[in-house]
């Protein structure tokens, strides 16, 4: 089992900037992929980054040149961080770990970027 905490998030301006960390716990094997994705409301949830163990990453492309996502992976942690913010990045964001074919998910932490 494995068991994911996140925090991080809040309230910002558009064009500030969020850091959101996760750290998993548990039975965690070096293979595993980590993540982020979100959901606005009305929407149906979507990937934001993904990172594989070796650090190769994917981003949607509206967050592409304003996001990074990273990894310690002594820590079982990733990291999104999370620059020009905009309005439409407000959503509940849910760090996920892929670990042998199944999807575990974190309980989510509320964005919002308003002025």
């Known amino acids: 089992q494995v068991q994911l905490g996140e925090s991080g998030g809040g309230l910002v301006q558009p064009g500030g900037s969020l850091r959101l960390s996760c750290t998993a716990s548990?039975?965690?094997?070096?293979?595993?992929?980590m993540g982020w994705f979100r959901q606005a409301p009305g929407k149906q949830r979507a990937m934001v980054a993904v990172?594989?163990?070796?650090?190769?990453?994917d981003y949607a492309d509206s967050v592409k040149g304003r996001f990074t996502i990273s990894r310690d992976n002594a820590k079982n942690t990733v990291y999104l961080q999370m620059n020009s913010l905009k309005p439409e990045d407000t959503g509940v964001y849910y760090c996920?770990?892929?670990?042998?074919?199944?999807?575990?998910w974190g309980q989510g932490t509320q964005v919002t970027v308003s002025s």
């Open positions: 548990g039975t965690i094997f070096s293979s595993t992929v």
């Open positions: 990172i594989s163990s070796g650090g190769t990453t």
């Open positions: 996920t770990v892929v670990q042998r074919g199944v999807n575990y």
